[in-house]
């Protein structure tokens, strides 16, 4: 798996979502035929809206996640 260190500070359920993508991406790039990847991206971008919105993580450690491990920008 993809080595990096996941923000201890941030919900539970945020950390186990960045897991399973970051498993599932290594899965789809091995090419082992994983057809859930992008489930897991849709569950990830998901769980991040939902602690922006809620209020558990600030806007800019939202777009931080969304940078670091989806690949958006700002616009």
Known sequence: ME?????S???EF??????AF???KEKY???TGYAEFDMDYCDLQTDIN???????????EAWR???QYL?????
């Open 3 to 7: 080595m990096c260190k996941i923000d």
């Open 9 to 11: 500070s941030l919900p």
């Open 14 to 19: 945020l950390k186990e979502s960045i897991r």
């Open 22 to 24: 970051l498993l599932g």
């Open 29 to 31: 790039e091995k090419g």
């Open 50 to 60: 939902v602690c922006e919105v809620e209020q558990m993580i600030t806007s800019e």
């Open 65 to 67: 996640l969304r940078e």
């Open 71 to 75: 690949g958006l920008q700002k616009g």
